[in-house]
């Protein structure tokens, strides 16, 4: 059985492929026009209407990925905005098409206006704010946040967080170059949906020194 990570797929939420850029689920006229407005620099896009079936594609895209790499009895922690909506009905029916069994939840900022609410309690293992976990003698910081200092970090623990769509890596890359956490959101993985084991975590952070920002030390 596997660990695996994963944050920020907004199910359901018809916006965030215009504006995360998943134009793999678009359909071709939707796309030309999507192409049009980014010409422009048009960042908001409000003129693009994103259609039920670009919204299906995405949803499926998403969940395929998921149920190809993630197994049944596996543990997969998304890190935040599961689900964009507002039915109960849909949140089960998205989350019965995931095979594995084992998902906890890191709420996000849009998990905090519904889901928290409404979610029944049998679809997730747990659901958190953060969560403090170890993996192999790996102590691991989830957020749905990026913090600059995090719970012993000045002693090598990871942390893994979503929220910014991948636009944050640039200044985490400029200001903290060493620093041992990643972004695991849906589209900060190169035009796939899927989760990142452990494994590859670890072989991204095995790449990094780590690095403190404050007056503490090792």
């Given at each position: 059985?596997?660990?695996?990570?994963?944050?920020?797929?907004?199910?359901?939420?018809?916006?965030?492929?215009?504006?995360?850029?998943?134009?793999?689920?678009?359909?071709?006229?939707?796309?030309?026009?999507?192409?049009?407005?980014?010409?422009l620099n048009d960042s908001r896009m409000k003129?693009?209407?994103?259609?039920?079936?670009?919204?299906?594609?995405?949803?499926?895209?998403?969940?395929?990925?998921?149920?190809?790499?993630?197994?049944?009895?596996?543990?997969?922690?998304?890190?935040?905005?599961?689900?964009?909506?507002?039915?109960?009905?849909?949140?089960?029916?998205?989350?019965?098409?995931?095979?594995?069994?084992?998902?906890?939840?890191?709420?996000?900022?849009?998990?905090?206006?519904?889901?928290?609410?409404?979610?029944?309690?049998?679809?997730?293992?747990?659901?958190?704010?953060?969560?403090?976990?170890?993996?192999?003698?790996?102590?691991?910081?989830?957020?749905?946040?990026?913090?600059?200092?995090?719970?012993?970090?000045?002693?090598?623990?990871?942390?893994?967080?979503?929220?910014?769509?991948?636009?944050?890596?640039?200044?985490?890359?400029?200001h903290m170059p060493n620093a041992k956490c990643?972004?695991?959101?849906?589209?900060?993985?190169?035009?796939?949906?899927?989760?990142?084991?452990?494994?590859?975590?670890?072989?991204?952070?095995?790449?990094?020194?780590?690095?403190?920002?404050?007056?503490?030390?090792?």
């Amino acid at each position: 059985m596997t660990d695996h990570f994963i944050s920020d797929p907004h199910f359901d939420h018809t916006n965030i492929i215009k504006y995360s850029g998943r134009v793999d689920c678009l359909s071709g006229v939707e796309f030309k026009e999507y192409d049009r407005l980014l010409s422009l620099n048009d960042s908001r896009m409000k003129s693009l209407k994103i259609s039920k079936e670009s919204l299906e594609t995405m949803n499926t895209a998403i969940i395929d990925d998921w149920n190809r790499k993630v197994k049944e009895n596996d543990t997969l922690w998304c890190l935040g905005d599961f689900y964009i909506g507002h039915s109960k009905q849909r949140l089960v029916e998205i989350r019965n098409k995931i095979r594995c069994k084992n998902i906890h939840l890191i709420y996000g900022n849009h998990d905090q206006k519904w889901i928290r609410k409404h979610c029944p309690p049998y679809l997730f293992k747990s659901c958190s704010d953060v969560r403090f976990i170890k993996i192999n003698n790996q102590e691991i910081f989830l957020s749905h946040y990026c913090h600059v200092i995090w719970p012993k970090s000045h002693h090598g623990t990871w942390h893994l967080f979503g929220h910014s769509h991948s636009s944050l890596n640039k200044w985490v890359e400029e200001h903290m170059p060493n620093a041992k956490c990643l972004d695991v959101g849906v589209d900060n993985q190169n035009g796939s949906y899927s989760p990142w084991s452990f494994d590859e975590v670890k072989q991204y952070m095995d790449t990094k020194q780590g690095q403190i920002v404050d007056h503490h030390q090792d």
